[in-house]
């Protein structure tokens, strides 16, 4: 059982430059969600999808597009990379219902440079 | 806006000792408490959930919350320098999308000293 598989796990891109982070996950989780983790400001969310078709944004998502795949894939895509988004990302995902109480599985991790 | 605050530390304890996390948050409609443990260079991983008034115990951990002061605390017992670690609280309200997303403090960064 592999929980959540973020890939890649490290990337340098030039300013400008475009990817996509893929998450996937095999724990039937209905939730998904993207944040970033920066020195000194925590975990911000950036995206997030409540269920399959859905999608919505979080605290931070200017430059940032996301795609929901299917039940089990979640992607995050820069479409022109910029310095200020030199980060850790983290995909996480967890279960949807009124009685769940449990918090997140996190993948782990992308590191991204832009330079 | 959400708020979650911890104490940024660094707190320093010498191994055996307890240690104790504490978070505070604004939104008085949160329903579930988490705290997350994170090594340099890792991934948070959910180390104690609360959702109920009161103390809950897992082995050398104990999660405290009081609703109407709207914090909740970790405490450590007999620190390992296995210990030392980001801990992260986290609360989790209800978007009314279906989402239970969670909102996170920075963290505290706890140092055990063998």
Redesign the interface.
């Given at each position: 059982n592999a929980g959540v598989t973020q890939t890649p796990k490290f990337q340098v891109l030039k300013t400008g430059q475009s990817m996509t982070l893929q998450c996937a996950q095999d724990m039937n989780h209905?939730?998904m969600?993207w944040?970033r983790q920066d020195p000194?400001?925590?975990?911000r969310?950036i995206y997030?999808?409540?269920?399959e078709g859905?999608t919505?944004k979080?605290e931070v998502p200017n430059g940032y597009n996301v795609s929901r795949l299917n039940k089990r894939e979640f992607s995050l895509r820069l479409e022109s990379a910029a310095p200020s988004q030199t980060s850790v990302y983290?995909c996480a995902s967890?279960v949807?219902g009124s009685y769940?109480?449990?918090?997140?599985?996190?993948?782990?991790?992308t590191r991204l440079t832009v330079v | 806006q959400k708020e979650v605050e911890q104490n940024?530390g660094p707190l320093s304890v010498p191994e055996g000792a307890i240690a104790s996390l504490n978070c505070t948050y604004s939104d008085r409609g949160s329903q579930?408490f988490?705290w997350?443990r994170q090594y340099s260079g890792?991934?948070?991983?959910?180390i104690m959930?609360i959702?109920s008034n009161g103390d809950k115990e897992d082995g050398r951990f104990t999660a405290q919350l009081n609703k109407a002061s709207q914090y909740v605390s970790l405490l450590i017992r007999d620190s390992q320098p296995s210990d030392s670690a980001t801990y992260?609280c986290?609360v989790?309200g209800d978007?009314g999308?279906?989402?239970?997303?969670?909102?996170?403090?920075?963290?505290t960064k706890l140092s055990v000293i063998p």
């Open positions: 209905n939730s969600y944040y000194g400001m925590g975990l969310l997030y999808s409540a269920s859905t919505d979080g983290f967890n949807k769940s109480n449990y918090g997140y599985t996190f993948g782990s991790g | 940024s579930s988490f997350y890792k991934s948070p991983e959910l959930f959702y992260l986290a989790r978007s999308a279906g989402s239970y997303q969670l909102t996170f403090g920075k963290g």
